[in-house]
């Protein structure tokens, strides 16, 4: 039903869109910023001079070509075998679709049985409750608190850290067909 390809230059002008929308972007560790399409045009020259250590993915349906999200595994690291894991489903209007299950658990296995890594990480604001739901249903193990690690809203919020170990990853059974994740993007 969904799937993951390789972002393409063309998903920029939709991202555009979801990177200026405040009610997106108070879930995300990130500031709110004003971007236009230049700094995103450069967002994706950068990722096409970094491909070897990161891969980003636009989340769409078998049916349709259009963007629904983006998941990214950025700081990939050969030698101790990690990478950080970052996603956001655009419209509101698509989130609990189950969209974010899939989109996590397949890119988790791409990380662990194409790219060989072994350990997963992320980071997420304590209040982002749905998220939080998604990362443990798929493995993720909460590993610390970041207090006050992040300034939103006028406020210094925090921040739990996460991380999936390849060998306790729960996902890959029940969530994700392993040859569809194989076709996924590859370095
Ligand atoms: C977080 C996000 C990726 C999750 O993807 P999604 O497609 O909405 O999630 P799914 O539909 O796959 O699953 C949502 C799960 O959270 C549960 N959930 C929803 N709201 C919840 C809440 N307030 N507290 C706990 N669980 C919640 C749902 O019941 C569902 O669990 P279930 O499948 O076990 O019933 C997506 O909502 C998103 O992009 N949000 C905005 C950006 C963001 O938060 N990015 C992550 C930054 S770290």
């Not at 990177?19 to 004003?34: C, K, S, T, V």
């Not at 209007?93 to 990380?111: C, L």
């Not at 406020?155 to 739990?160: I, T």
Request: glycine share 6%.
């Amino acid at each position: 039903m969904y799937k993951l390809r390789e972002l393409e230059r063309k998903d920029l002008q939709i991202i555009n869109t979801w990177r200026n929308d405040p009610e997106l972007i108070q879930y995300l560790g990130a500031p709110y910023r004003f971007i236009n399409m230049d700094v995103d045009n450069q967002f994706y020259d950068g990722y096409m001079a970094s491909r070897n250590t990161t891969v980003r993915c636009a989340i769409v349906t078998d049916k349709s070509d259009v963007i629904l999200g983006l998941i990214t595994l950025a700081n990939v690291n050969y030698l101790n075998q990690t990478a950080v894991l970052h996603i956001m489903i655009g419209d509101k209007e698509n989130h609990g679709k189950g969209i974010g299950t899939f989109a996590v658990s397949t890119m988790v296995a791409h990380a662990f049985y194409n790219m060989n890594l072994r350990r997963v990480e992320l980071n997420v604001l304590t209040s982002n409750e749905r998220a939080i739901h998604v990362y443990e249903k798929v493995g993720f193990k909460r590993e610390g608190l970041k207090r006050k690690a992040v300034y939103k809203n006028g406020e210094f919020v925090d921040m739990y850290s996460y991380a999936v170990l390849k060998e306790e990853f729960t996902g890959i059974n029940e969530l994700v067909n392993i040859e569809s994740a194989a076709d996924t993007a590859s370095l």
